[in-house]
């Protein structure tokens, strides 16, 4: 039997209703929690549903937002002034049963006044209401749990094995989430990369663009020149001699994860012939040895 009973307008606070719920459930069980959205199976007589809870709740916890007045039906009429209307049967019912009820203000909504509220429910402004902040969530709603274990006893074992493994895939999702976001995103390709012969590719970057030159580390001159596009760390280029037609090249290369290296192929492209190509962020030392 349901112990604690939410009662929330979806229109008002169906998300905060569900997040009190998934934090209430870790200490009491979710067998304990009733919320209409998630414990009526389809088919089911909505009204009797809720009678049945009501009987065997301890805690009713009315979430009231900043809307939680003034929702109309169809018709424009306030739903509240409807004598039909399902949270006002709820909050009727738990009066009528003198079950525990505490106001829960969410979203920065106020205790409503007694010329708010129809008559049978003028009494709901006597009970003490509790607020929840978003800024202080946790330590909100851990204080309305210690005052719920006076009524209801927590779970033996509310960490339920179902409970964990949602939300250690749902860490999952959210790491692997970022990690794609971060793979997709440019990588910084501009600077100097050094070829174990000292000569270097002298990168400008703008965006997803990039222009190459080839610099002869002995002459100081550009001897090939060149544009690429990234694609998250990858770079692929294409290099035309800067003094003739001969030698094209197109590459392909991706940056490590440190950032400190390039490393691909480079392809002659009237050859096809494929070489490695490992670019460095840092000349090599070049030997001082004379033969």
């Given at each position: 039997m349901n112990k604690i009973f939410i009662s929330y307008r979806r229109d008002d606070s169906a998300g905060y209703s569900g997040r009190l719920a998934d934090r209430l459930a870790l200490s009491?069980?979710?067998?304990?929690?009733?919320?209409?959205?998630e414990d009526i199976d389809p088919g089911?007589?909505?009204?009797?549903?809720?009678?049945?809870?009501l009987s065997g709740a301890d805690v009713f916890l009315?979430?009231?937002?900043?809307?939680?007045l003034q929702v109309t039906d169809r018709n424009g009429l306030r739903r509240l002034d409807n004598a039909e209307d399902f949270v006002r049967l709820e909050i009727e019912t738990a009066l009528q049963r003198d079950i525990q009820i505490i106001p829960i203000l969410v979203n920065g909504a106020k205790m409503p006044r007694t010329s708010d509220l129809p008559a049978s429910l003028s009494t709901l402004i006597y009970r003490q209401a509790v607020e929840l902040s978003d800024s202080r969530w946790e330590q909100d709603v851990g204080k309305l749990i210690a005052?719920?274990?006076?009524?209801?006893?927590?779970?033996?074992?509310?960490?339920?094995?179902r409970r964990i493994a949602v939300y250690i895939v749902t860490a999952l999702l959210a790491l692997t989430g970022t990690a794609v976001w971060l793979s997709r995103q440019p990588a910084d390709f501009s600077g100097q990369w050094y070829f174990d012969s000292g000569d270097y590719l002298l990168i400008?970057?703008?965006?997803?663009?990039v222009k190459i030159e080839r610099i002869d580390v002995t002459l100081q001159n550009v001897f090939e020149r060149g544009e690429g596009q990234v694609d998250g760390r990858r770079l692929t280029f294409n290099l035309e001699p800067v003094y003739s037609d001969r030698f094209k090249h197109r590459g392909i290369v991706k940056k490590s994860w440190n950032g400190q290296a390039l490393a691909g192929e480079l392809i002659e492209v009237f050859s096809d012939k494929h070489e490695a190509l490992v670019l460095e962020k840092q000349p090599r030392p070049q030997s001082n040895n004379q033969p």
């Open positions: 009491f069980g979710d067998q304990q929690i009733f919320r209409d959205f089911q007589n909505f009204a009797e549903s809720i009678q049945t809870s009315v979430v009231i937002g900043p809307h939680w005052y719920i274990k006076n009524y209801v006893k927590p779970a033996k074992n509310s960490w339920n094995v400008t970057q703008q965006d997803k663009q």
